[in-house]
């Protein structure tokens, strides 16, 4: 179950956002997406641990924000959270913490924009749900803060003198590690193209081999070098003779 909770200190602005989510979501097998406000901090705070499988939060940001995100990720790491910001300068607070945001949307956001964010970050939860099965996890420290991230929320991983970039939806992960302790925990759906990039190949959308470049379907691209041609034209091949693709 995929469902939207809005948060919004001032009631109106968060009944007018419930009011365009609601005009925007789709029904998908079978089932409904709800959306509910909260205009009290202190309401929805109460409200998150009875909330334990994956939403979507839609914040504004104010005083209760790092609070609040902090416990929306305690309740399931693999919430979605989206900063809704009155200015430009409201996100970068915020997008400096650990924990980053899917996506940013204005206080006056229109339909499409609303939209637009709940159609992607839905097609990322659908995702997930279709590798339910897989639960492997690669753990890391940051700064003396442990993470876990699950690999079938990682992209792309990059690896540059030594240190390791992870790149979700919405999150990148800087941290020092190798690349081979990080590929040897990996799923084999992971495939190495460069002896710097390492893609899930479960988010490739196309693939150009005569500009080298595999296009991912969250719009970022990854170049593959001449060396890892052949085993990329393999992997392919037999992904596609199994139906994978």
Same mark, same amino acid.
């Given at each position: 179950?995929f469902?939207?909770?809005?948060?919004d200190?001032?009631?109106?602005?968060?009944?007018?956002?419930?009011?365009?989510?609601?005009?925007?979501?789709?029904?998908?097998?079978?089932e409904?997406?709800?959306?509910?406000?909260?205009y009290?901090?202190?309401t929805?705070?109460?409200?998150l641990?009875?909330?334990?499988?994956?939403m979507?939060?839609?914040?504004?940001?104010?005083?209760?924000?790092?609070?609040?995100?902090?416990?929306?990720?305690?309740?399931?790491?693999?919430?979605?959270i989206?900063?809704?910001?009155?200015c430009a300068?409201?996100?970068?607070?915020?997008?400096?913490?650990?924990?980053? =945001?899917?996506?940013? +949307?204005? $206080?006056?956001?229109?339909q499409?924009?609303v939209?637009?964010? *709940? &159609?992607?970050i839905?097609?990322d939860?659908?995702?997930?749900?279709?590798?339910q099965?897989?639960?492997?996890f690669?753990?890391?420290?940051?700064?003396?803060i442990?993470?876990?991230?699950?690999?079938r929320?990682?992209?792309?991983i990059e690896?540059?003198?030594?240190?390791?970039?992870?790149?979700?939806?919405?999150?990148?992960?800087e941290?020092?590690?190798s690349?081979?302790?990080?590929?040897?925990?990996? =799923?084999?759906?992971? +495939?190495? $193209?460069?002896?710097?990039?390492?893609?899930?190949?479960?988010? *490739? &959308?196309?693939?150009?081999y005569?500009?080298k470049?595999?296009?991912?379907?969250?719009?970022?691209?990854v170049?593959f070098?001449?060396?890892?041609?052949?085993?990329v034209?393999?992997?392919m091949?037999?992904?596609?003779?199994?139906?994978?693709?």
């Amino acid at each position: 179950m995929f469902d939207i909770l809005i948060y919004d200190s001032e009631k109106e602005k968060a009944e007018s956002l419930s009011a365009l989510c609601k005009c925007c979501v789709k029904k998908s097998a079978g089932e409904s997406i709800s959306v509910k406000s909260y205009y009290s901090f202190t309401t929805i705070y109460n409200a998150l641990p009875e909330y334990t499988c994956i939403m979507l939060y839609m914040l504004r940001k104010d005083r209760y924000l790092g609070k609040l995100s902090a416990s929306i990720r305690k309740s399931n790491d693999d919430n979605y959270i989206v900063l809704v910001v009155s200015c430009a300068e409201e996100m970068f607070g915020f997008m400096g913490n650990d924990t980053k =945001p899917a996506a940013i +949307l204005p $206080v006056q956001a229109n339909q499409e924009q609303v939209g637009y964010v *709940i &159609d992607e970050i839905y097609a990322d939860y659908s995702r997930l749900e279709e590798n339910q099965s897989d639960n492997s996890f690669y753990s890391f420290r940051i700064r003396s803060i442990d993470y876990k991230v699950s690999f079938r929320q990682i992209i792309i991983i990059e690896v540059q003198s030594k240190k390791i970039t992870l790149r979700t939806a919405g999150q990148i992960f800087e941290f020092y590690d190798s690349l081979e302790s990080v590929m040897s925990r990996a =799923p084999d759906y992971f +495939l190495r $193209v460069h002896r710097s990039f390492v893609v899930n190949t479960k988010f *490739i &959308d196309q693939i150009n081999y005569s500009e080298k470049t595999i296009y991912m379907n969250d719009g970022s691209q990854v170049f593959f070098s001449r060396s890892y041609s052949p085993m990329v034209k393999k992997y392919m091949s037999e992904a596609l003779k199994e139906n994978i693709f």
